[in-house]
């Protein structure tokens, strides 16, 4: 079946069901008739309803499926010990033996395309909401902006995972950019041009319309944050610049006492926006590397990594990471990932930071030396670094290429188990390089020609859609 066959023709239905869940677990108030009896023009009925769709979006929207893939299939962990039999996860991706049928490699893709149809429906149906004032108009325009933006989100996160090049060609086949809800459509591959021509329309137009910022929604910093993103994608370097200032002028960097906090959902500091998780959420971003039932460790981090940092005075080491030699005597690794654990009876529930304000001085620094702008790319590395290492001097770069390097490499700090790392390597057209105590021949080197540098579109889709062709290299 094709990429809307996988997903119900009754799916706000699905969605208010979702939603049901979501506000009863936080409110214990709802007042929807039962869910067998739920219409579609019960959404569009009251700007309150309609919102309580929104909500479903978010309720139903999991990155947690593209940051698996971008921290396993890079430098970023080590296979758990134990991290085998029935209850094994993510070896193919971590060994580049997957298939095109792998779940794990469908998901981003099934979760992607249901997220947009239930953004393409709500956008379908708004203009029918009835508005009783001045201040419910402005709450419509304020929804249309969080769902375009969110739409341009997962399109962009489908891009990351899929596109044919890695590298940023407007001739390459990216994704399909669905703009309707259409049940039995069989749409083909855009060029990547094609496909940032929809996107950049979605965010110029939400732009205007999200006056809101709150860290638990699409609000206008965190579309700022995705415009800056995809604009260094896409080698856009004065947009990337232009986005990332606005952002920085909001939301300064975290201090020391509240970095540690952000990890444990005990301050918001630098935090554009994240993805609550609770407990009925059914991926959490501790599920990645950690299997609760079992008691098992899946992936500890990579030795490559842990050696990057000052484990003295460097705040992301002892904030992402731990050893516990007791661990050994069970048959774990002694180190942990510590980013995603969260806390006593609540393991694993950490709120997903999809935006923040680290990542947007890199992608500043990155873009501004593309630019031309030695001093600015110096300033905003050396700038980031003192906010996270005490004692930090900065330091002085003597050509582009030792600063270009030193951006990738604080990007691999700075931003791990964020879904970064793989596409970052991607995007540059560079090969996955492992440590020997990280993995064992033939895992340490993913070179850039190897069929599984590039992930497929799933096979179900390819089955199904004939449309869809060509699939990336090699596939």
């Known amino acids: 079946m094709n990429l809307y066959h996988i997903f119900s023709t009754r799916i706000i239905q699905l969605l208010l069901i979702s939603t049901l869940l979501f ?33 479903g979006v978010y309720e139903g929207w999991y990155p947690e499926y593209t940051i698996r893939i971008g921290s396993l299939m890079a430098d970023e962990c080590r296979i758990g010990l134990r991290n085998s039999g029935v209850l094994a996860a993510g070896q193919n991706l971590f060994r580049w033996t997957y298939s095109s049928g792998d779940d794990e490699v469908l998901a981003p893709w099934k979760n992607g395309y249901q997220v947009i149809d239930r953004v393409n429906r709500l956008l379908k149906g708004l203009p029918k909401v ?8 402005k709450k419509i325009n304020t929804l249309k902006g969080e769902l375009l933006a969110a739409r341009a989100y997962a399109h962009f996160a489908l891009y990351q995972v899929y596109a044919y090049s890695g590298v940023y060609d407007p001739n390459a086949p990216a ?20 496909f940032f021509t929809l996107f950049w329309k979605d965010l110029t137009e939400a732009e205007p ?7 638990l929604r699409m609000g206008l910093n965190a579309s700022y944050a995705l415009h800056a993103r995809a604009a260094l994608y896409t080698k856009n370097n004065k947009e990337a610049v232009l986005y990332t200032t606005k952002v920085i002028n909001q939301l300064p960097l975290s201090g020391f006492s509240d970095f540690p906090m952000i990890w444990k959902d005990q301050s918001n500091a630098e935090v554009i926006f994240k993805l609550k998780r609770t407990n009925i959420s059914i991926m959490r971003p501790g599920d990645i590397f950690y299997n609760i039932a079992a008691s098992r460790i899946l992936y500890a981090p990579a030795i490559g990594l842990m050696n990057q940092y000052d484990p003295v005075n460097d705040v992301r080491y002892t904030s992402w990471f731990r050893t516990d030699p007791s661990l050994t005597a069970q048959g774990d690794l002694p180190e942990v990932i510590t980013k995603y654990e969260g806390t006593d009876g609540a393991q694993n529930r950490s709120d ?23 001093a600015t790319a110096a300033n905003d590395l ?6 996270r290492i005490k004692g930090y001097q900065s330091a002085h770069f003597t050509s582009t290429a030792e600063l270009q390097s030193a951006i990738l490499n604080e990007r691999y700090k700075e931003l791990p188990y964020e879904g970064h790392r793989y596409f970052d390597l991607k995007r540059l057209n560079k090969p996955v390089s492992r440590m020997i105590e990280d993995a064992q021949n033939p895992y340490q080197v993913l070179a850039t020609e190897a069929l599984h540098y590039q992930l497929p579109i ?14 990336n290299k090699g596939w």
């Not at 009835?130 to 108009?137: D, G, I, L, R, S």
């Not at 319309?209 to 860290?215: R, S």
Request: net charge negative; glycine share 2%.
């Open 458 to 471: 799933p096979q179900a889709e390819v089955l199904a859609n004939p449309n869809i062709r060509p699939n």
């Open 175 to 194: 994704v399909p950019y669905m703009v309707t809800s259409a049940i039995a459509s069989q749409p083909s591959r855009p060029k990547a041009a094609e």
């Open 209 to 215: 319309l999200l006056t809101e910022n709150t860290n």
């Open 130 to 137: 009835p508005a009783k004032n001045e201040t419910e108009v």
């Open 23 to 55: 506000t009863v677990s936080c409110n214990k108030m709802l007042d929807l008739k039962p869910t067998d009896q739920v219409e579609e023009a019960d959404v569009f009925s009251s700007v309150e309803k309609l919102e309580r769709g929104v909500l």
């Open 352 to 374: 997903l930071k999809i935006f923040r304000t680290g990542e947007m001085y890199l992608i500043r620094a990155e873009a501004a030396l593309n630019n031309g702008d030695h």
């Open 382 to 387: 050396n700038s980031l670094r003192t906010a």
